[in-house]
């Protein structure tokens, strides 16, 4: 599938994926036509506009929020197909590691480890200390208050917004290693499992560690090892029974949390994986990284569906829940009048059969015609052939 550019004005609602760049562009690509369009404005791009992080503004999807570098959220309508808002969100130092929408108030939680709630012309926003070296801030999407942080030698915390005095679990790393030394901490991205209380993470160290605060237990009650690369991303399947992880060298495993083992790898990745998202409802995973391309395969058959060069390095990706793509019309279907109109003009162009004929005919009367001109010499056969 080849990516094209089409008009700022081109109707944004209809897009499928929309990908946040390294370069600070915000793009939508849809599927069905085959279409990926810049919705920033490249002129005044600069570094501190790199896209980090985003979220949906609200359960309808009508607004696409992205956490820049330089510390600032924007607001992009999907209705008006523009960008609507810019809010400061400053605090802590280093770049978004999360962002999510509570009640109308935005969070963020940037890699120092603050995690900060902003309320609309409130003054005291809320304000937590995660612990230092954050690499991901993930939202339980059934209790939307419920966070869960984790980073470089900072281990799982899960966090109730509602009583941020302590976290509501944390973590307890593994014992040492045979040699009697201490195991490295390094989450590199996490997921609340549906339906549970569960959370799985992946690391740098190439492990899939699954989490249970409900139980007693404060280590994993789960860990696979998936090849030899750090783990960069991952996502859940709907059903929670399964989770999508991604390396840093390109290579995308779907792995069985319930008897942790792999039940199939997605090929065709090249280069560092930075977000992975699994469709809410069909068997589909959407991917992107460094190589610049965003991938779609199907979960079940392995099959790659859908590759787009997208020209930037990609941070990040959000994946439409229309779950209803093979109906959608590549193209708008033309109304009567236009079909009319179009009828029109191709009629009015047309030569009718009456002027050809009558051209044949004069051209028959002096010989030299198209259709009348002297017939060319004949040859004579020869005896004895």
Same mark, same amino acid.
């Given at each position: 599938?080849?990516?094209? %550019?089409?008009?700022?004005?081109a109707?944004?609602?209809g !897009?499928?994926?929309?990908?946040?760049?390294?370069?600070?562009?915000?793009?939508?690509? !849809?599927l069905?036509k085959?279409?990926?369009?810049n919705?920033?404005?490249?002129?005044?791009? %600069?570094?501190?506009?790199? @896209?980090t @992080?985003m #979220?949906?503004g609200?359960?309808? *999807?009508?607004?696409?929020?992205?956490?820049?570098?330089d510390?600032?959220v924007?607001?992009? %309508?999907?209705?008006? +197909?523009?960008?609507?808002?810019?809010?400061e969100c400053?605090?802590?130092?280093g770049?978004?590691?999360?962002?999510?929408?509570?009640?109308?108030? =935005?969070?963020? #939680?940037?890699? %120092?480890?603050?995690?900060?709630?902003w309320?609309?012309?409130?003054?005291?926003?809320l *304000?937590v200390?995660?612990g230092?070296?954050?690499e991901?801030?993930r939202?339980c999407?059934?209790?939307?208050?419920r966070v869960?942080?984790g980073?470089?030698?900072?281990d799982?915390? =899960? &966090?109730?917004?509602?009583?941020?005095e302590?976290?509501l679990?944390?973590a307890?790393?593994?014992?040492?290693? &045979?040699?009697d030394l201490?195991?490295?901490? &390094?989450?590199?991205d996490?997921?609340?499992? $549906?339906? +549970?209380d569960?959370? /799985?993470?992946c690391?740098?160290?190439h492990?899939?560690?699954?989490?249970?605060?409900? #139980?007693?237990?404060?280590? $994993?009650?789960l860990?696979?090892l998936?090849?030899?690369?750090?783990l960069t991303?991952?996502?859940v399947?709907?059903?929670?029974?399964?989770?999508? @992880?991604?390396?840093?060298?390109g290579n995308?495993?779907?792995?069985?949390?319930?008897?942790?083992r792999?039940?199939?790898?997605?090929?065709?990745?090249?280069?560092?994986?930075r977000? =992975?998202?699994?469709?809410?409802?069909?068997?589909? /995973?959407? +991917?992107c990284?460094?190589?610049r391309?965003?991938?779609?395969?199907?979960?079940?058959e392995?099959?790659?569906?859908?590759?787009?060069y997208?020209k930037s390095?990609?941070? #990040?990706?959000?994946?439409? +829940?229309?779950?209803?793509?093979?109906?959608e019309?590549a193209?708008t279907p033309?109304?009567?009048?236009? /079909?009319?109109e179009e009828?029109?003009e191709v &009629?009015?162009?047309?030569?009718?059969?009456?002027?050809?004929?009558?051209?044949?005919?004069?051209?028959?009367?002096d010989?030299?015609?198209?259709?009348?001109?002297?017939?060319?010499?004949t040859?004579?056969?020869?005896k004895?052939?």
């Open positions: 599938m080849k990516s094209s %550019s089409i008009e700022m004005a109707p944004a609602r !897009n499928h994926v929309w990908v946040g760049t390294e370069t600070g562009i915000l793009k939508g690509i !849809n069905q085959k279409q990926a369009t919705y920033t404005d490249v002129a005044s791009l %600069s570094r501190g506009q790199e @896209v @992080v #979220c949906w609200d359960p309808h *999807e009508s607004e696409v929020l992205l956490g820049c570098r510390g600032t924007r607001v992009f %309508s999907t209705d008006k +197909s523009k960008f609507t808002e810019i809010r400053f605090g802590g130092e770049a978004f590691r999360g962002l999510g929408i509570l009640d109308n108030a =935005i969070i963020t #939680c940037v890699q %120092s480890g603050l995690l900060k709630v309320k609309e012309g409130a003054c005291d926003n *304000e200390q995660v230092a070296g954050v991901r801030m939202q999407d059934a209790q939307r208050h869960g942080t980073g470089k030698e900072n799982l915390k =899960i &966090w109730d917004l509602q009583r941020a302590e976290p679990f944390k307890k790393n593994l014992r040492n290693d &045979w040699l201490r195991v490295p901490v &390094w989450i590199r996490l997921h609340f499992i $549906p339906g +549970s569960k959370v /799985v993470t690391t740098s160290h492990q899939v560690r699954v989490y249970d605060p409900s #139980c007693p237990q404060r280590r $994993p009650v860990e696979v998936y090849e030899e690369d750090p991303a991952l996502s399947t709907p059903d929670g029974r399964s989770v999508v @992880v991604g390396n840093s060298h995308i495993g779907v792995i069985d949390l319930r008897k942790g792999l039940l199939r790898s997605l090929k065709g990745n090249a280069g560092s994986l977000s =992975i998202q699994c469709h809410t409802s069909l068997p589909l /995973v959407a +991917s990284g460094l190589d391309f965003l991938r779609i395969h199907n979960l079940h392995k099959e790659l569906l859908h590759k787009v997208l390095r990609l941070n #990040c990706l959000l994946l439409t +829940s229309r779950d209803k793509w093979e109906e019309e193209e033309l109304s009567a009048e236009d /079909v009319k009828d029109d &009629w009015g162009a047309m030569e009718t059969v009456k002027e050809k004929n009558a051209i044949k005919r004069e051209g028959g009367k010989g030299a015609g198209a259709g009348g001109g002297a017939k060319g010499p040859r004579k056969k020869k004895g052939v």
